[in-house]
T-cell receptor
Framework: DTGVSQDPRHKITKRGQNVTFRCDPI?????LYWYRQTLGQGPEFLTY????????KSRLLSDRFSAERPKGSFSTLEIQRTEQGDSAMYLC????????????FGPGTRLTVL | QQPVQSPQAVILREGEDAVINCSSS?????VHWYRQKHGEAPVFLMI?????EQMRHEKISASFNEKKQQSSLYLTASQLSYSGTYFC??????????FGQGTRLTINP
């Protein structure tokens, strides 16, 4: 399978704990995106990388959220001191970054904060 | 600003046609259409570029009216597999997508 992969697929944590998610993009894609989706809504943009550079962060991304893409390949999204409002599906997408910029999504990580 | 999709929900019988609209108040560089089934990730259907042609994916086609900043998705002779929630994503520049709230499509036999 050469699509976008995410790990873990599901995460249940207690409020106040830290969690980290991983995304492996399609290998030749240099752009990587993180989105968050809550029930009944479309995905909301969080941040994106071109290679290892983080080029944009949404205002939705509070100080508790941090994302990295250290070698321009896989990326991690960490949430510190989780809150119940962080419960959502976290989606990763990647693209070649050329005209049109088709983005292909991974299966997502569903986070439940108790 | 989030694009607006209409209708919010559609119920069809297999074989019927449907149109889903997506409107933006901001200038669009591109419009991306996705279908998402319950509990799964959005699946890319097609992209329409400013100045580009109408696109087609199987029996699904889409158009992009640049003057109106509007895109429409046309589902012809719908199949049970078309059920799901359809999202349009507005490309504002060649970067992030801003998604609409979705249109839930139910196809009944």
């Amino acid at each position: 399978d050469t699509g976008v992969s995410q790990d873990p697929r599901h995460k249940i944590t207690k409020r106040g704990q830290n969690v980290t998610f991983r995304c492996d993009p399609i290998s030749e894609h240099n752009r990587l995106y993180w989105y968050r989706q809550t029930l009944g809504q479309g995905p909301e943009f969080l941040t994106y990388f071109q290679n290892e550079a983080q080029l944009e962060k949404s205002r939705l991304l509070s100080d508790r959220f941090s994302a990295e893409r250290p070698k321009g390949s896989f990326s991690t999204l960490e949430i510190q001191r989780t809150e119940q409002g962080d419960s959502a599906m976290y989606l990763c997408a990647s693209s070649k970054g050329i005209l049109g910029n088709e983005q292909f999504f991974g299966p997502g990580t569903r986070l439940t904060v108790l | 600003q989030q694009p607006v999709q209409s209708p919010q929900a559609v119920i069809l019988r297999e074989g019927e046609d449907a149109v889903i609209n997506c409107s933006s108040s901001k200038a669009l560089y591109s419009v991306h259409w996705y279908r998402q089934k319950h509990g799964e990730a959005p699946v890319f259907l097609m992209i329409l570029l400013k100045g580009g042609e109408q696109m087609r994916h199987e029996k699904i086609s889409a158009s992009f009216n640049e003057k109106k900043q509007q895109s429409s998705l046309y589902l012809t002779a719908s199949q049970l597999s078309y059920s799901g929630t359809y999202f349009c994503g507005a490309g504002q520049g060649a970067q992030k997508l801003v998604f609409g709230q979705g249109t839930r499509l139910t196809i009944n036999p």
